[in-house]
C-alpha cells in the first residue's frame, strides 16, 4: 500500500518537533526550546484509522533570512512541501500571525497541495481562545488548536490529515502487472539495466551519483509476462548526501518499495555488498516483499574457478537475512543474463502470493515439531496448537499455542524455515503469535 507522505512545515520554535514525537510515538526529533534545531528532513511512519502514513519533520522556514542554515533549511523545506500529499501548517498561538507565517501561507498556498492549518500551544483545548481568530487571516482554512506538549487536540488533527489523503491505490491482487522496485544505491546500474530491459535509453543514465531524482514507472511486456518497472532514486548514505533533493529521494525510494510486488536488490560486483546495500536490502525485507538479488557489473569481474560460487556464499554471509533471495549475476551494459531475470520474477512473485491450505500446514508443524522440540523456560514447555495462513504478500501465518513469551524468535525461525523448505521459498514469512 502507497503511504500518503505529510509534510509538517512551519516557523522555527512553534513546537513542530515535539508534535512529530507525539504522533509517531517515540522520541524522534531533537527537541529544545531553541530555534532551528532541526536542521534536517527527519521522517517516520505512522497510522491513523487504519491508514499507514510517512511524516516529515523539517526545519523552520525564516522566508527572508539570510543564515546559511536557514537558508538550507528553507531549501529542505520546499522540497518536503512539493512532494508531500497533505502539509501541516504548525504556527504558535501564543505568538499569534507573524509576518513570517504570512510568508510561509503564501509559500503554501502556491504549492496546491491540501493544507491543515495548526495552531500549537493552545493548553486549554476545550475553551476555545479569542486568539485563534486571527489565524483566519491567513486563508488556509479552520485552524485547530492543539498542545502537542499536553498531547492536547492532536486527533482532531490527525482526522483532518485522513480526510485528506489521496485515494488508496494499493495494488490490486488482480492486477495482470507484476510491479518490480529496482532498488539499490547509487551508480550501481540501475537505470542501465531498465534501459536495456526496455531496449531504450527511456532513463537518462550517468556515471554521476543521484542522477535519476525520483521514482520512474514503466510498464513493459514481453513473452514472460506484464510487468511496471519502478526505478528508484539512488539511496546514499546519510553522511555522503550533500543536495537536499538526495536526502528527500530516500522517501520516495521507500514508497517504491511499498508498491513493489518484487524488489530487484541491484549490487556493483566490483565493490560487493557495502553496509549500505545491507540497510537497502533490509527495507526490502521488512517491508515484506519478494527479493532477488541482482550483481551488476559481472562482464568486468575477473573470474577463475569458484568465483561465482565463492560470490554467492560472501553473499549471503552479509546478508543473512536474505537466505532465501535469488541471486543472479548479469551485466545491464551488455545484456549478459537479462533474459533470464524475468522468469525470476515470476517465480519469487507467486511464492510470495501463495497459500497453503490449513492442513497441510499443520502436518509441516507436526513433523517440524516432531523433529525439534519446542523449547520451554524454567519448567514451562511451549505447546503448539496449530498454524493458519492468514494473508499473503507477504505470506502471513498466525500460529496458536499456550504463551507467546515461550515461543523463542530461533523457534520461530525454524518454523518458518521448515515452511519455506516445504513449499518453494516464501519471499518473507510474517508471524503473529496469538495464545
Request: one cysteine or more.
Amino acid at each position: 500500500m502507497a503511504k500518503p507522505i505529510v509534510a509538517l512545515i512551519g516557523r522555527p520554535n512553534v513546537g513542530k518537533s515535539t508534535f512529530f514525537n507525539y504522533i509517531i510515538g517515540e522520541r524522534k526529533s531533537i527537541v529544545e526550546d531553541t530555534p532551528g534545531v532541526t536542521r534536517d528532513r527527519i521522517y517516520a511512519d505512522s497510522e491513523w484509522r487504519g491508514r499507514k502514513f510517512t511524516l516529515i519533520d523539517t526545519g523552520g522556514i525564516e522566508p527572508k533570512s539570510n543564515d546559511e542554515i536557514l537558508v538550507q533549511m528553507k531549501r529542505q523545506a520546499q522540497i518536503a512541501m512539493e512532494t508531500a500529499d497533505v502539509i501541516i501548517f504548525l504556527t504558535d498561538i501564543k505568538q499569534g500571525v507573524t509576518a513570517a507565517d504570512y510568508e510561509v501561507a503564501t509559500m503554501l498556498r502556491k504549492t496546491g497541495k491540501p493544507i491543515v492549518l495548526v495552531c500549537n500551544k493552545a493548553d486549554n483545548i476545550g475553551e476555545t481562545s479569542d486568539d485563534i481568530y486571527e489565524f483566519y487571516n491567513l486563508g488556509l482554512g479552520d485552524p485547530l488548536p492543539v498542545s502537542s506538549l499536553n498531547k492536547l487536540g492532536t486527533g482532531e488533527v490527525l482526522d483532518a490529515i485522513y480526510d485528506k489523503f489521496p485515494e488508496d491505490n494499493n495494488i490490486d491482487e488482480d492486477d495482470e502487472f507484476i510491479h518490480v522496485a529496482i532498488i539499490g544505491k547509487p551508480n550501481a546500474g540501475k537505470s542501465s539495466l531498465i534501459n536495456k530491459i526496455l531496449g531504450e535509453n527511456r532513463l537518462i543514465v550517468s556515471n554521476i551519483a543521484g542522477t535519476t531524482r525520483d521514482a520512474i514507472d514503466t510498464k513493459f511486456e514481453n513473452e514472460h509476462g506484464k510487468y511496471v518497472f519502478i526505478d528508484t532514486a539512488g539511496i546514499r548514505r546519510k553522511s555522503k548526501i550533500e543536495e537536499e533533493i538526495e536526502k528527500y529521494s530516500i522517501i520516495r525510494a521507500k514508497t517504491a518499495i511499498d508498491n513493489a510486488h518484487v524488489c530487484v536488490l541491484v549490487i556493483d560486483a566490483t565493490e560487493g555488498v557495502t553496509d549500505q546495500d545491507a540497510k537497502i536490502a533490509g527495507e526490502a525485507h521488512e517491508s515484506g516483499k519478494g527479493v532477488i538479488i541482482l550483481i551488476n557489473k559481472w562482464d568486468i569481474v575477473e573470474k577463475e574457478t569458484g568465483t561465482l560460487e565463492n560470490y554467492k556464499k560472501m553473499i549471503y554471509e552479509k546478508l543473512a537475512y536474505l537466505s532465501y533471495a535469488p541471486i543472479i549475476f548479469v551485466s545491464a551494459l551488455t545484456g549478459q543474463r537479462i533474459d533470464k531475470l524475468f522468469p525470476l520474477i515470476n517465480e519469487v512473485n507467486e511464492n510470495n502470493a501463495k497459500r497453503v491450505s490449513t492442513s497441510v500446514l499443520n502436518d509441516v508443524l507436526r513433523e517440524a515439531i516432531t523433529m525439534v522440540q519446542p523449547p520451554s523456560d524454567k519448567g514451562r514447555r511451549l505447546k503448539i496448537s496449530y498454524i493458519t495462513q492468514v494473508s499473503i504478500r507477504p505470506p502471513t501465518f498466525v500460529v496458536f499455542c499456550n504463551s507467546a513469551k515461550l515461543f523463542h524468535f530461533s523457534y520461530q525461525r525454524y518454523i518458518i524455515n521448515n515452511i519455506r523448505n516445504n513449499f518453494g521459498g516464501f519471499s518473507r514469512n510474517s508471524s503473529k503469535i496469538d495464545y
